[in-house]
C-alpha cells in the first residue's frame, strides 16, 4: 500500500487520536508507537484520509483504525493475529504496559476499585462510544520505540519538514498545542493528564499562557 500525499498532509493536519472529546478524562501522550514500517502508516493514514471529511480535530475509533493494520508475516506476533486490532481489542489480546498504567490511574482518581485491566482495555478503553477517556497525541505520526526518524526516506515536496524530526516537530507544535488547548477550554474534562514528554516545561509555560490570555478577557 502507498502513502499518498495528500493523505498524509491530511492525518497530519486533522488526526488527534482516539476516543472522544466530550470524555471526563484526557491522556495527551507524545507520539503512538509504530512506523517502523511504512505499510503500517500507510494503512492507518489512508483509511483516515477516506472516512474523515477535513473539517475540524479528529479523535478516532482506535479499534476500526487498528483494524486496518496487518500483522506482518515477520513480526513475532504473525501466528497469532491477523490485525492490530486482534492484537490489542480481541479475544487473546496482549495488554498495553501503558494503557494499563492509564486506566489504573483513572480508576484511582476516581476511588473506583480496579477493573480487569485485560477486559477494559478489551472493551471500553478509549471507545468513542462510552466517551470514558481521550487518547490524544501531541504529534500526529507514529514513532518507534528507538526514537528514530524513518519518514526522511518521503518524497512529498509539499512537506519538506519530513526530512528531520526536529522540523518536524518545529512545524507542526505550534497548531496542535493551540487545537488542544482550546478544546480543552471548550470541552472542559475533569483531568488532562500528559505523559512521556520531554519538553514538559514548555507545555507548562504554553498552558499558563494560554489560559492567562484566556482570563484577562
Known sequence: MLLEEKALKHWIEHFY??????????????????GDVPEEVAEKI????????????????????????????????ANLFANHCEYRFGKNAIQNTVWKNLVA??????NEKLPDLLDYQKHIFASPSVKNEA????YPLPGPHSHA????????????????RTLYQEQVYQHRIHTILSN??????????????????TLKNQYN??????NSK
Not at 18 to 33: D, R, T, V
Not at 135 to 138: F, G, K, P
Not at 185 to 200: D, F
Not at 209 to 214: A, K, Q
Open 149 to 164: 526518524w524513518y519518514y526522511s526516506w518521503l518524497d512529498v515536496p509539499q512537506l519538506p519538514f519530513l526530512k528531520s
Open 17 to 34: 487520536g482516539y476516543g472522544s472529546w466530550h470524555a471526563p478524562i484526557w491522556f495527551i501522550g507524545y507520539e503512538e508507537s509504530g
Open 105 to 110: 490511574f483513572q480508576h484511582g482518581y476516581r
Open 46 to 77: 489512508n483509511y483516515f484520509y477516506k472516512e474523515h471529511t477535513p473539517t475540524d480535530a479528529a479523535l478516532c475509533n482506535i479499534r476500526e483504525v487498528y483494524q486496518q493494520v496487518a500483522v506482518r508475516p515477520d513480526e513475532p506476533k
Open 184 to 201: 480543552i477550554r471548550e470541552y472542559k474534562p475533569e483531568v488532562v493528564l500528559m505523559y512521556g514528554m520531554n519538553n514538559i516545561n
Open 135 to 138: 487518547l490524544i497525541l501531541l
Open 209 to 214: 499562557s494560554f489560559f492567562m490570555v484566556i
